[in-house]
């Protein structure tokens, strides 16, 4: 799973920072701090409580040694490993104080990120076979795009953009701002670099025709059935990418990915898959 | 709803900042600098796609101020309202650019919380007329406790402790590290302050009747069956808050809220409810 | 002193970095840099100048890590303890530009939590016998509650709230606004979850008994003359917590606890204590 | 007193979202929340519950907008005034809510500031008359040294150096790095530019001596009795500024300052001087 | 110039708060603060003193707002214009002393921004009527990456990308970690999402080839000399985007523009284009 | 070279902290991470691809260890050394990816600063034997105050005030404000503590006339030929440093120097001076 980058941990780390300090208030642990010796010490481990696809793992372990540096994680799954329940994931040794003052801000992202992952996992193994990927979305919960889009990946799905900044999408909107479907591409060509993709939300077929004549890069095919779907599939030919969205569940990925569209994009892992259920034991 | 008091705006900036930061990117929204001009104006409208119950609409509309002072939003639900689809709960005014810069930053946090809001009145609709009534947990997403606590608030439900600093909860780790259940307890009001209320997880009804003893404020009865939950509210008897915890699920909740427990604790609203379908047109 | 546990390093170093910040400014320590050669190493031993109770000296050595990583520093006493002049609190040993950079720093934060400390010790060793606990308040100092609420723990005396949001303090204003003590009481206990504590502020002993019947967690007795709290102590009788407030002097806080309330609450100590004299020397 | 400049209020604002951070906490004022209707509006009034000298008015008051923008402040004495028991310093009208979530982060700096003001106009009376100028040091509390030094100049005071990095302060070990006290003073003067000041510490006479031959801007006069002042006096003889300093009381300062000494410097108004009393009423 | 947009504001402001920060240090513009009253009003005018082209005027003076938010700013020319000497690009009006607070750190921006507008609009027309454009590199001054970008906008110029993660661009370190051209180009697509385009660096025309064959979106001509750049245009004949690099300089730009490439890439206005000289005057 | 102090480096940090964030992004180095495995290991060469004096490199390499703990970074130069193109300044041994994702940020900021570095030292060559020193301005880019003014020092030139708090520079607005230029030098010394110094900036020789008079520490002698600056220099005689200022070049700087000006100020070092080129190769 070496291709699975993740996020940079300095960009993490102000999320768990965030994380710990509405944990740990303005007095800490006062229970463990109460009825647990300073320098006490354990060993916890973290395991699965139930099975699914890890994603996230070397990045909430860093909330233990973000509270006490002299904590030490050791992991036996690789982000991407699918595992079942009992499974243990990482153990971690240091002050018992310090164990408990983390694991809740370890577990609670470790346990959504993981949550994503088996999300697009599932999907994913619906569509095997077809040629189709599954893609993301920009609705993700505040804070945590780029750790989601991560959990994406992890997942076996791929990235859409990251943001409104790092490639174009034309939709509706846009479309009647300018006049046209050709002025607007030929607008946002003019306006950005020469790295960036532009891609068009089509409703009809003769959007998008008229998107292959303005020369895109890829179409977004907005809530089209499946048969509708076949025939923009073959208009397209090859011409651009192509990608199925809006209103796609579970049930009918997988006649979507059937018609032969490069991509099929799905908000719900990143706003509402349930978590993975992760748990933490001295 | 006036009961129902929102967290303070500027605990909510940072969150809104870091989501808007990670959509607005480097560049901003490329799409629609190139294709809307610098001065046309929108009204846009929030609106439920599908029924449910609301919460964090003032926070979200920050967004959109937040991006440019100018835009001008008018509420037309309280937090805590019930909706149905295709209901109106704001409008927007301003620049299209600013519109559409904000849009999903405000209906990713609307989304959610409401998403968490309508999942916590649902389960306490299932509880109604027991007396019971539905309590968070610690199991909330990274940077948003604050607004997920709100947010049950929201659907009805009560809340737990804020972290790990605000109450104390021993359980078996701290009980074990001090020798037994009474010790823990005494430990615990020995450290914290007179305005701070103690409770003690315990397993059996053995370990309920030490707590008893030891005069905690409240008790969670640890994945108890309801028969057991029944006996053991019956031991209780009035002489602290008991807390019904662990596996509890939509199913169940109803027969559990029927042993006469005073709080049924779940930690899936907060970690795996899935997000209220609310949209965003021009 | 095992039990006095310090606030999250994490949540002291933004106020050190601030420290350093606001002493280093954007040259650094000009005198130094002109005079003393970069490789020079020395030890600088920290120590006491009066005798007094000691509060912050893990965290206020900080300064000197977070200036230069490569500095050692060893505590030779702990928090709570009492020290004479002349004692040696800890030594550091790095380099000589990194100890002179650090030093006020660290000593303006330790003279400070100490000089809290050394207040509430000596007031505590005044009620001595007596049953009743010295309680900070909210007059702290910005940007540094945690700190001195831990420094009032190192003096011996006990935490009231840590802020307004982890437990109820029913004034007059509330009183007014919903017309009586217990409906103020009654909203408080439906707003917030079980967790937290209600306190009613009462100036007269028509109030005590309101109080005392709307089953309140504890009682603000508030500038009642002795006389008066022996009467209050009386009515109370054990049903709640007695806290005895306003204008507690040390002169006249031995009276006051021997009237039998259990909690006197003083502002002084946070907001006027004298620091502890202590001094570095290389 | 137009001379009085306050620090920016952009570098005053981040103490103040500190402060209110810790009071509001992640909750917020669950009492008023709970008692007091979100649109209910009142007026309070600072004002002074002693005599003494104000600093910091305008900024502590900023705490009401930053809760919430609709509060106005109307301010009756400026900064630097001398009030009485009683005096009005401010009103401030708006939601009655964010004026009780302000208040104590509003007066807990008001209060401190004005009392480090009232201190050193305290001891700039006992010198009046001689000539001799009262001098702060960086003996401040942390995050504060902007701050408590504009109260010094509202006391009356003049303030010291603000940082190890804008102006040179020679003391003994920077002496002994280079060998001797001249040699010291040159090297400072080829590390620094042309507009900062070089001052040397200085213990005994003959010290001075070297010291006004190497050309100093100023001598810090460490510790010296009385008569050794006015001997120092008159070998400076105005070549350069003299500052006494080291165990300066209220009850020493007029002698030394009628040692002729330009300038006298004392910790104890910034370390150690209690609060100005101050409330608030609705 | 309705095109150019400029970065989000919320992006802007943290320089601009670090660029104040280091000019009011902690006691502000002493020298104004003594010597003009408070309440002293002026208006001041931003002017070139030497013809150019303008960026960041509508950002720059945010820093007048940023001090003081009674300044009121009427911007005269936008950005992307070209002005003469003495033409007023700005007025503000406000407090004197917030006038001059902010001018330094205005005029520092907005100076360095249009230096490189300036700059890039110089190169722009030495290759006018070539069909190429100038596009910017990563070579940008830390933290303004957004900024100096966006003046390459205002300049005529076309931005690369942004950072590391918005396109990928393989060089030779990556072919020679995967062994061969293609197989790095096939390992990108096989990493990175449909939106995300892929460029490869080539030294030779073999190379070239190579990059073809597998299919890439654009390939930047590593110090080719003209008489190589010519043959390369022929080879990829529309295929994919061309842009020529290295070592370019403003008397090589115009040879190199004929070569029909698609975008010459320069580091120099980024990394070392000299201010354009503007002042400011009440 | 042991007299160049460089800045803290806690104070860099935060500047390498947003020159990594703006080049790695939301996903980080998508090039590296698909192409070279997480485990590749190398070692980099920092060289000078031209002859130049070097500043910064003990900081900019500080970008390795930010992004990677385990990268070891070994420096074969110190800043304030002169180097010919070729020079090895330092290696860099770690991960790949992590060596190539902080390449192009170390670069940036090394090359920048030793730009300047390597102007001032151009120009301090050029008076030399003159006894005139060459001094920095305000005039620097946002940010980077701190670290280009350290660059000067590397350079062989000497610092002005870092900002508008640590000394006083009256000027014509200020004179206006009050009068006269003896009033503004007198309300400026009431106004500011003993250890700073006050310039004045006069235009004419009656004005340095009154400013010898007022007694002022230091003249900015302002946009004067140098016939006109020997009469100054010979009218100060001592009494005052003399510090001429306004359009001075490179061509121009020795005939000034030649006048006996103690200092000549410049801006464009840091406004403008272009980057020293620095390369980097595994």
């Not at 009992?86 to 104080?97: I, Q, Y």
């Not at 409703?203 to 020369?215: I, R």
């Not at 208009?235 to 991509?263: F, K, Y």
Request: glycine share 10%; net charge negative; charged share 20%.
């Amino acid at each position: 799973m070496d291709q699975i980058a993740a996020p940079p941990a300095t960009a993490v780390k102000p999320l768990l920072e965030a994380a710990l300090a509405e944990d740990l208030g303005r007095a800490g642990d006062i229970t463990s701090n109460a009825t647990i010796p300073a320098d006490h010490v354990s060993t916890g481990r973290i395991s699965a409580r139930e099975s699914g696809r890890i994603a996230g793992l070397s990045l909430a372990v860093l909330a233990f040694s973000m509270v006490d540096g002299d904590v030490v994680a050791e992991l036996h799954v690789a982000d991407g490993s699918d595992v079942e329940a009992e499974d243990v994931l990482a153990t971690v040794t240091g002050r018992t104080r310090s164990l408990l003052a983390a694991e809740r801000t370890c577990l609670n992202l470790l346990g959504h990120l993981s949550g994503v992952a088996t999300a697009v996992a599932e999907i994913v193994r619906r569509v095997e076979g077809t040629g189709s990927c599954i893609v993301d979305t920009r609705k993700t919960l505040p804070g945590m795009r780029a750790l989601q889009k991560y959990a994406v990946r992890c997942g076996g799905g791929v990235n859409h953009r990251f943001g409104l900044d790092d490639a174009v999408l034309i939709k509706d909107n846009h479309i009647a701002a300018v006049g046209s479907l050709a002025t607007a591409v030929k607008a946002a060509r003019d306006h950005v670099g020469h790295m960036v993709k532009v891609e068009v939300e089509v409703d009809t077929l003769e959007q998008l025709d008229e998107a292959l004549a303005a020369g895109v890069d890829a179409v977004l095919l907005d809530n089209m059935p499946p048969a509708m779907l076949v025939e923009a599939v073959d208009r397209i030919d090859g011409q651009c990418i192509s990608e199925a969205s809006g209103g796609v569940t579970r049930d009918t990925v997988r006649a979507i990915a059937e018609t032969g569209v490069d991509l099929i994009s799905m908000g719900w892992p990143t706003h509402s898959a349930p978590q993975l259920d992760i748990g933490f034991d001295l």
